[in-house]
């Protein structure tokens, strides 16, 4: 029996979902975390300090992804880049809209709203990146 080294381009979609959210989970963290410094730390106000924790994150996500979830499309990374940033973009209108709904019309926390927000956005991001973004 010869030993076989499991790479990402073997994956079955189980594993690939493994990679997904803890990917997606470090960038979430990444984005809650600069959230609540803007807002605690400098005192920006939580819509504001949402859309530069999104550009941060945005870079961990993409990165995290075209290496590991979808490596198995290495060979495309110039093209997917575009394609990456158009569903990124996309899911960030959505989250901000969400987030400012979330904190205009609830009496949630504003840690709590995004921590909703970026659940919902996760799975809207899986979704497109899987049949469109990372091809």
């Not at 859309?51 to 996500?61: D, E, G, K, Q, R």
């Not at 590991?68 to 569903?87: G, N, Y």
């Not at 899911?91 to 809209?97: K, R, S």
């Amino acid at each position: 029996m010869r030993n076989q080294v499991l790479t990402t381009t073997s994956l079955s979609l189980g594993h690939r979902l493994i990679y997904f959210f803890g990917i997606g989970g470090t960038a979430a963290l990444v984005h809650l975390c600069t959230v609540f410094i803007l807002v605690n730390f400098l005192n920006i106000p939580a819509l504001v300090a949402n859309i530069f924790a999104f550009l941060i994150a945005f870079n961990v996500s993409f990165l995290g992804h075209k290496y590991f979830t979808f490596s198995h499309l290495h060979d495309e990374k110039r093209l997917s880049l575009p394609h990456f940033f158009l569903v990124a973009s996309s899911a960030g209108v959505i989250n901000e809209l969400l987030f400012f709904l979330l904190l205009e019309y609830t009496t949630f926390n504003y840690l709590f709203a995004l921590i909703l927000v970026l659940g919902f956005v996760s799975i809207y991001t899986f979704v497109v990146s899987r049949s469109w973004a990372c091809r």
